[in-house]
């Protein structure tokens, strides 16, 4: 039971390049999520999706793009990464999108340099 | 804009101690407040979550208080181990455009043996 995962674990970039974080996950859940981990900041919410081809901003979602093509997979890019993109970022899924039992991947620590 | 404030940041506590985390909230179409726990390289995982239709829920030495007209919960630990030393994320969700989970900043907790 794979579960939730994202690659790379880490990444070393500079600004202005196109980065891709992966997520894949093996329970066929329909939701899944990108955050931001910050130190004081808590986890911010990039973006979501409801299924496939279906995606909506969260809170902080400006310089990323998703897609959904298929139902387990849930790519984040930073089409040109800024320093203020260094961060660990998390991918998550859930059955329904209320809000309720969310299960995280182990997250991707980015460093934009 | 912060809708789920927490504190303290970080708490040190004795192996046998009380930990006490709070959080407030300011929206409240907010009904659903889950904690997450979450290890060094970990993703975050739920550890218990309450509804404000009861004012308290217990699992095990992990205790949710919720008060409803002060727009305040709280997480308690009793009898602290230092295996409990993590990150504690309270956050909450609601209805309509709060369906969102947004989580508060966090609480290093660190348990001394």
């Known amino acids: 039971d794979a579960g939730i995962t994202q690659s790379p674990r880490y990444k070393i970039t500079e600004t202005g390049r196109q980065v891709t974080l992966m997520c894949h996950q093996t329970?066929?859940?329909?939701?899944m999520f990108w955050y931001r981990q910050d130190l004081g900041h808590g986890l911010r919410l990039i973006y979501y999706?409801?299924?496939?081809?279906?995606?909506d901003k969260g809170e902080v979602p400006d310089g990323y793009v998703v897609s959904r093509s298929k139902t387990e997979n849930f790519p984040l890019t930073l089409e040109s990464a800024t320093r203020s993109q260094t961060s660990v970022y998390f991918c998550?899924?859930?059955?329904?999108?209320?809000?309720?039992?969310?299960?995280f991947g182990p997250g991707t620590r980015l460093l934009v340099l | 804009q912060q809708q789920v404030k927490q504190s303290p940041q970080s708490l040190i506590v004795q192996k046998g101690g009380i930990s006490i985390i709070n959080c407030a909230y300011e929206?409240?179409?907010?009904?659903?407040f889950p904690w997450y726990q979450q290890f060094p390289g970990k993703g975050p995982a739920l550890l218990i979550a309450?509804?404000?239709?009861?004012s308290e829920k217990k699992e095990g030495r992990f205790t949710i208080s919720f008060n409803k007209s002060a727009k305040q919960f709280s997480l308690h630990i009793m009898d602290s181990q230092p295996g409990d030393s993590a990150t504690y994320f309270c956050?909450?969700?609601?209805?309509?455009?709060?369906?969102?989970?947004?989580f508060g900043s966090g609480t290093q907790l660190t348990v001394l043996p």
């Open positions: 329970w066929s859940h329909s939701y």
């Open positions: 929206n409240t179409a907010f009904d659903y």
């Open positions: 998550a899924s859930s059955v329904t999108g209320d809000g309720e039992t969310q299960y």
């Open positions: 999706s409801a299924a496939a081809d279906i995606t």
């Open positions: 309450i509804r404000p239709d009861v």
């Open positions: 956050a909450a969700s609601g209805t309509g455009s709060a369906r969102q989970l947004t």
